[in-house]
């Protein structure tokens, strides 16, 4: 039936239960346990099997809506919520105690993971972006999300009998989601739209969410106005590459600030002075913008750098394949479109994204390049990502140190109220008066290991009997009836490792697949058996991931062992909410350092799972030796075979000597009274530390506010600062090549300098067309191991001053500066002395990437 065409009724409310539809419209819905209760509560049956207010409103009978309309308990309960919900959306929250912080941040994402029910998201940065809302919004802070409307979502992974994973699109009519579509006063819906080579427009219509007190704009060109091919740009997530792929950047970037410009109009928003790029898919918003400051009487580069001073760029991946990069003439065609960016030329577009700036092909246009060089504010999503971004991405900072390339970190966090489980909650309400389980004192004696222990059982019960239900739907879909063995697979009091995720090789799904026997012989202890969950999704033109998952089904299926691992399909944000806080263990064994940061281990960690772990991500900086286990990366094996072979087996060595043992050695009443010490220490230690509230709270000091300084800044009095910067720059850049130190004179120490001495440094240099206020001259000092040439560790600064006794009096035309480092560490010393461009709008000292370093 072919030409079925297919919509969405939506339910008729009765009257008295109108809060039902504010409080489905709303996605607060689903990080709100009460709400999500009076839902539960209209059908039990309907809540299980959507996870989807709008959808259970949809299916329900009339009649039992008409019978609740006459229930005034129930009336007023609805009411109670949606009041409730008022006052959330309206009350001042942490945000509004501050000062100096931005009116409003947009916040732009190629996907946004907010609930199974608005299914937008294919993994950890989707759903990162969603938590990064949702904790917005519990702050109070006046974000506004940005993406895509995708009419298929990713994909719906399903598995053949020969464990082949096979991907399903069905279409998602947004009229059936909680989205609203953004209209214009007179009823019609508002578009954006974008010139496109050949006179053709591309268009779309915008979809607003409402997540708490945030509202996520979708563009959507599935419409009318569209020719045909360009009504599929939005059809799938990270479905298709090259031009479709560059076509959804563009309508994400230049539409979407579009799109902010409409919303600021017709519902009222602030508009933003901050924008931040989550990843580099959206870079385009950045060009988008100085197109509009240009409209507005600035030049390019004064544009540019009003632009950059109030953008926030996230990179989110170490792995090359992983960053989005176009063909050269690709770009060329699109940004040739005169209409498209009014007052942009193709080759300022080049120049802030060729590769050829970092060493590669000038034939690449490189998005992480264009979010580096159009976010004067950059970070990794990690510590050890932090590093690991400043020393790939070195090379577009010339003659800096890696610890000087102006990338920070803010390690991601994850947002607890949707993630941490009822029954933890529940405890802690119980025990210790509150349900935020993050501000709990879990080694506290008012809780009881037996009352602890209670509840990690039933949350593992509930994990095991949703996958059996998994796993048996899953046999139905492909074969039939499910074989009698389905209902006993898993046992509920058997130590749980899980490990779910997407099926990048650099993942390594099938590491513990490496000495099959070995496996078999844990999974299968009489004494202290192991059972396995796994999930994971591969990328639809990833047949080598597809081959992991096959090779994971088919020994997962073996009649002896069946019962010990299973394979989920289709993991999203439904399973992973029961799967995390049923396991006693989150494994995680990525190739160090190609895990960024990693979140599905946080999430485990807020429910009281014990993390084992590769040091790589979050867990690099948050192992300590008792909150979980590090499996030792082994960095000097020869080949990845090695290295393999080698972190395998320390894996199995940790769960079979430690982690097994521990979680079975039981007292009286069956309590295994160390491992709960380990759970209760990790609970309370990490929980603060891991919440999504810490990271946006982290965003908003220490990227958020100074970008709005800088933006604010650089705006004010009509654009003086930035007209005068971009002036100044110019000069610099200019005048550069005559910058040099000419020569270094010292004195002041002993034959055998001891700590504390004083080195006294006066540098002349030679400034060409600058004055000594444009530079900052300075000694950089630290330990210098003789083995390491000219490399100098723990690297420290001390910026010199024009020495006013020498000026001028040295007529070589250069300028002398002064001053004094006190060696206060022992040890080897190496100092040298730099020129270093200096103005207060600039947010790093290697800003520029210009340098001039004593010969
Ligand atoms: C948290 C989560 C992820 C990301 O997990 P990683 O550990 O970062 O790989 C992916 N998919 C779902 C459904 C998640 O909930």
Redesign the pocket.
Known sequence: MKAIRRFTVRAVIPEPLSALEELALNLRWSWHRPTQRLFRAISDEAWHASHDPIQLLGAVEPARLEALAADPGFVQQANELRDELRRYITEPRWYQGLEGAPASVAYFSAEF?VAAALPQ?S??LG?LAGDHLKAASDLGIPLIGVGLFYRSGYFRQSISGDGWQHESYPVLDPDGLPLSVLRRPDGMAARVSLALPDGRSLSARVWVAAVGRVKLLLLDTNIRENDEDLRSVTDRLYGGGGEHRLLQELLLGIGGVRAIDLAVELLGLTPPTVFHTNEGHSGFQGLERISNLIGDGLSFDEALQVARAGTVFTTHTPVPAGIDRFERPLIERYFSTADLLPGVTLDQVLSLALESQMGGPDSVFNMAVLGLRLGQHANGVAKLHGRVSRAMFRPLWPGFDADEVPISSITNG?HAPTWVDSTLVALAEAHFGTGDTTRVDWESEQLADAALWAARNEMRAATVTDARRRVRAAHTVTGGIAPAWTEQVLDPGALTIGF???GASY?RLTLMLHDRERLRGILTDPERPVQIIVAGKAHPADDDGKRLIQELYEFAEQPDIRGRIVFLPN???T??QTLYPGTDVWL?NPLRPM?A?????M?AALNGSLNLSILDGWWDEYYDGRNGWAIPSADSAGDAAERDALEANALYDLIEHQIAPMFYDRDDDGVPAQWLAHVRYALKTLSPELSADRMVMQYVDELYTPAHHFATTLAADRFAAARSLSAWKKKVVAAWPQVAVAHVESGGLDAVPQVNDALHVRAHVALGELTPDDVRVEVVYGHSEPAAGDELTELRSRELAVDTDAAAADGTGTTAFTGTVVLDRAGSFGYTVRVLPKNELLAAPAELGLVAVAG
Do not use: F, L, Q, W
């Open positions: 993971g998201y993994g950890g759903i994850v779910a995720r997407r993942k993991y999203d944000i399973m992973a995680n895990e940061c990693g979140t599905s281990g999430k």
